[in-house]
C-alpha cells in the first residue's frame, strides 16, 4: 500500500457527525485505519480500533462511565487511550490503546492520524452560522473527500454542500440554502435524486 503524503495524514480530518455517537463505541475508517469512537465523561475518545492486550476490536465493545470497554476480558480504556481497569485485578497494567487527537467543530467529530497535526483550519462559512438552518441529511451514495462547494441554485439563491464522504462514506449531505431575502428554504425544497448520482437537487441544477 503506497503511504499517504505527510500533507494528508497531518490534516484534520471528519470522522462523524457528533449526533452518531450514542451510547455504544462507533466504528469507522480513516485512510484505511479502523478507529473506535466514543463518548466520554468530557467529550469525545477516538482510539485506534485496537484492544492492546489480545488485539479485539474495542468498537464491539461498550461504554461504561465514559469509558469504552473491550469485549473479551472487559480491559477499560479512557478517552486518551490508558487502561483505567481490569475485571478481577486490584492493579492496572501500565498500558494503552493507541488514542488520536479530536476536535469538535460544526456538529462533527475531527481526527488526525499525526501526533502533531497541522493547525485546524478555519471552517468555512456559513457552516457553523446560528443564522442558517443546518442538518444532516443521510443519503446512499458514493463520494470522494472534497471541500465544501458552492453553487448557485437558481434566481437569488445559493446552496451550500458537503459531499457525502466528507463525513464518511455513503454517509450523507449537509444542505444549507437561503433565498436572497434572506429567507431559510424550507427542507422540502431541497430534495434527493434518485439514480446514479443522488444528492441536492439545487446543486444538480446549478452544475447542469
Not at 476480558?73 to 492493579?91: I, L, N, Q
Request: charge should be positive.
Amino acid at each position: 500500500m503506497i503511504p499517504y503524503p505527510d500533507a494528508i495524514k497531518e490534516s484534520w480530518l471528519p470522522v462523524a457527525a457528533v449526533q452518531e455517537v450514542g451510547d455504544k463505541p462507533l466504528s469507522r475508517r480513516l485512510h484505511g485505519v479502523p478507529l473506535a469512537i466514543f463518548r466520554a465523561r468530557d467529550g469525545f475518545g477516538v482510539l485506534r480500533d485496537r484492544c492492546p492486550h489480545r488485539n479485539v476490536a474495542l468498537s464491539e465493545g461498550k461504554v461504561i462511565a465514559g469509558e469504552v470497554v473491550c469485549p473479551y476480558h472487559g480491559w477499560s480504556f479512557g478517552k486518551d487511550g490508558a487502561c483505567t481497569g481490569v475485571p478481577g485485578s486490584e492493579t492496572v497494567p501500565r498500558i494503552s490503546a493507541n488514542s488520536l487527537p479530536v476536535r469538535v467543530e460544526a456538529g462533527l467529530i475531527f481526527t488526525s492520524l499525526s501526533d502533531n497535526p497541522r493547525p485546524f483550519p478555519a471552517i468555512p462559512a456559513p457552516i457553523g452560522d446560528a443564522g442558517y438552518d443546518q442538518f444532516l441529511w443521510p443519503i446512499r451514495a458514493p463520494g470522494f473527500l472534497v471541500d465544501a462547494v458552492r453553487k448557485p441554485a437558481g434566481p437569488g439563491i445559493r446552496t451550500i454542500c458537503i459531499p457525502a464522504s466528507y463525513v464518511r462514506p455513503t454517509a450523507g449531505t449537509l444542505c444549507v440554502s437561503r433565498s436572497s431575502s434572506g429567507r431559510i428554504r424550507s427542507r422540502r425544497s431541497i430534495t434527493r435524486r434518485r439514480g446514479p448520482r443522488r444528492g441536492c437537487r439545487a446543486c444538480s441544477k446549478a452544475s447542469a
